[in-house]
C-alpha cells in the first residue's frame, strides 16, 4: 500500500484498534479505580451501563466527554489529567462497552 495513503487513512481514522487499545489503557489507569467492568464503586445507581447511562443522560460520546472534562463530584475533572484525544477515545470506549453490556 502507498505510504501516503496510510498516513492519510491513520490521520483521517483515528479510533482504529490501536486507538482501542489505547482507550481501554487510558481507561484502566484513570476510571476502573472507581468504574471497573462499568461499575461505580461511589453511586452504584450511577453505572457505566447502557440503562444507567440512558437514564441519568450520560448515553452518548459527547455527554461522556463533557463528563469526562468537568467530572461532576465527587467524580473529578480529567481536562487537566488527559488530552482531548484522550478523552476522546477513553468517552467513545466507554459507550461503545456500554453497547456491549460491559
Known amino acids: 500500500m502507498n505510504k501516503r495513503l496510510i498516513l492519510a487513512l491513520s490521520i483521517a481514522c483515528p479510533l482504529t484498534i490501536a486507538g482501542s487499545a489505547g482507550a481501554n489503557e487510558v481507561f484502566d489507569k484513570n476510571c476502573a479505580a472507581c468504574h471497573k467492568d462499568g461499575g461505580n464503586i461511589m453511586n452504584?445507581?450511577?453505572?457505566?451501563?447502557?440503562?444507567?447511562?440512558?437514564?441519568?443522560?450520560?448515553?452518548?460520546?459527547?455527554?461522556?466527554?463533557?463528563?469526562?472534562?468537568e467530572?461532576?463530584?465527587?467524580?473529578?475533572?480529567?481536562?487537566?489529567?488527559?488530552?482531548?484525544?484522550?478523552?476522546?477515545e477513553v468517552s467513545a470506549f466507554v459507550i461503545e462497552q456500554a453497547n456491549k453490556g460491559w
Request: net charge positive.
Open 44 to 69: 452504584p445507581d450511577k453505572t457505566l451501563s447502557k440503562e444507567s447511562l440512558e437514564k441519568n443522560g450520560v448515553n452518548s460520546v459527547d455527554a461522556v466527554k463533557k463528563l469526562v472534562s
Open 71 to 88: 467530572g461532576k463530584a465527587p467524580m473529578p475533572a480529567f481536562k487537566g489529567t488527559l488530552d482531548g484525544a484522550q478523552i476522546d
